[in-house]
């Protein structure tokens, strides 16, 4: 069994054998006497009692984030919304916790855990395992508090899918908040280099950085900014993924090689800037330093602020983002956010928090969270609704990022993914600073998460 098995089931061999005890050290039980019965006959069929169905009626939801700034300013906006409007008058009481993971387990443990909590899937995946979750299936298929046909294919299926347990097909919770890993590019420097459009393949990337990297004028052809979340992105736009969706590494898979392999290439060409400031890579796109830079979609109004000459309000340059190029037949958009998860309390408590999960589902609430935030839509038909038009038509590069949603994966629903990844990005970060061969890389990561799994 793999370590990650290991840590699914730390009692499963244990079990058995104190079972195994149990029964062989068991007195066999004598035989007694006992009145003969007589068998029901199918006039007389025996009485079942359906359980009660659940009532959200005048529940109170506690409800557990760590959100701050704008996003818990919406939050409570539309949590206030469902309070004054929902029909079953369910209350609402929104908790902030610094540390959030510790305190769920804690207040599990003592019986009095959240009814909802948002925080990312992969701590998410951690209560799933101390079956501490309430997946979403049921709920969505309610006949009666379930989504309707129509509002569910108008979600993007990353929304449901994005967060899923063990791999299988019940989503641990809603996924939204979206932010996608992008190429962002310099549209007028490219059109000077002859290309049509963004690079999608990753030769065509390389000789574009190439053509662009000039050693006297200080330009280099792209930004590397060390970053997690890019390492599996770019793992990903060659067919790849940190882990296989059981849950095991693949740090030495052929595509995260490949991956490192093509950051590596663009080291050894000159082109490739390792730019690990915050904001430092965003800097060298708007001073026209550099064409390409990948980074998240959280920063397009950064970039947009970044290029916007302040004397004539318009941008110094026309830019524009794009998916990582990639093998596949179409995109791998990596895309990460946070997840709205119902914890195992009594049937109408959940009963209650699916329907505050519903609530962020409606297209108003969803427009509202897109226009506070700067996330990407969950809905197919948002950017054509009244409350984004104007917003699409006023910052082009975001409905470019928005229409990518529909070509979205994310990372599998398992706890130890943070570590997995904070040891890719220190693997690519060697590679990039040209301490470390890919293979050479890819083994010290490798062996580190063996021995933080086996400990």
């Known amino acids: 069994m793999s370590a990650f098995g290991r ?58 984030h760590s959100l701050s700034g704008a996003k818990e300013a919406s939050l ?27 305190e769920v387990l804690t207040a599990a443990s003592a019986g009095t855990p959240p009814d909802l ?38 979600l993007w299926p990353v929304v449901l899918q994005g967060c899923l347990k063990d791999g299988g097909d019940q989503p641990l919770g809603m996924l939204f908040d979206l932010q996608a890993q992008l190429l962002y590019y310099n549209a007028a420097w490219l059109k000077r280099l002859k290309p049509d459009t963004a690079p999608t393949s990753w030769d065509n990337l390389r000789t574009l950085c190439n ?8 330009t280099w052809g792209v930004a590397f900014d060390g970053s997690s979340l890019s390492v599996s992105a770019w793992i990903a736009s060659l067919g790849g993924s940190l882990l296989d969706k059981t849950g095991q590494l693949s740090l030495a898979s052929p595509e995260t090689n490949a991956a490192l ?24 796109l708007a001073s026209e330093k550099i064409p390409f830079v990948f980074g998240s979609s ?31 037949s179409e995109p791998a958009v990596m ?9 195992r309390t009594s049937p109408n408590q959940q009963l209650a928090a699916w329907l505050l999960v519903k609530w962020f589902l409606e297209p108003q609430n969803d427009a509202y969270w897109v226009l506070a935030t700067g996330s990407l839509p969950l809905h197919r038909s948002a ?66 998460a063996t021995t933080i799994l086996n400990r």
């Open 261 to 284: 392999t093509a950051l590596n290439d663009l080291r050894r060409d000159g082109c490739l800037l390792c730019s690990y400031e915050p904001g430092a890579a965003r800097q060298e």
């Open 7 to 64: 840590l699914r089931h730390p009692i499963g061999k244990s079990a058995l054998a104190l079972a195994i005890a149990l029964c062989s050290c068991a007195p066999l039980p004598t035989s007694t006497p006992t009145a003969t019965r007589p068998a029901p006959t199918a006039t007389t069929p025996a009485t079942v009692i359906p359980a009660p169905s659940p009532n959200a009626a005048g529940s109170e939801l506690h409800v557990w």
């Open 117 to 154: 909590v948002i925080t990312l899937c992969s701590e998410l995946a951690l209560f799933a395992s101390h079956g501490l979750v309430a997946t979403l299936g049921p709920y969505l298929q309610d006949p009666t508090y379930g989504l309707g046909g129509e509002q569910a294919a108008d």
């Open 335 to 343: 895309v990460e956010g946070l997840t709205m998860g119902i914890l």
């Open 76 to 102: 409570r906006a539309i949590v206030e919304s469902f309070v004054a409007q929902n029909p079953e008058q369910i209350r609402v009481r929104l908790e902030y916790h610094v540390d959030l993971q510790t």
């Open 211 to 218: 053509s662009a990297h000039d050693k006297k004028a200080g």
């Open 298 to 328: 959280s920063e397009l109004n950064s970039y947009r602020e970044a290029i916007l000459n302040p004397k004539t309000n318009i941008p110094r340059f026309a830019w524009d983002v794009a998916p990582f190029p990639f093998v596949t």
């Open 383 to 448: 950017l054509e609704s009244s409350e984004l038009k104007q917003y699409v038509e006023e910052h082009p590069q975001y409905l470019t990022a928005a229409r990518l949603v529909a070509y979205a994966h994310t990372e599998p629903a398992v706890s130890v993914m943070p570590m997995v990844r904070s040891l890719m990005s220190t693997a690519a970060r060697a590679v990039c600073q040209g301490q470390a061969e890919p293979q050479q890389a890819l083994l010290a990561a490798d062996t580190a």
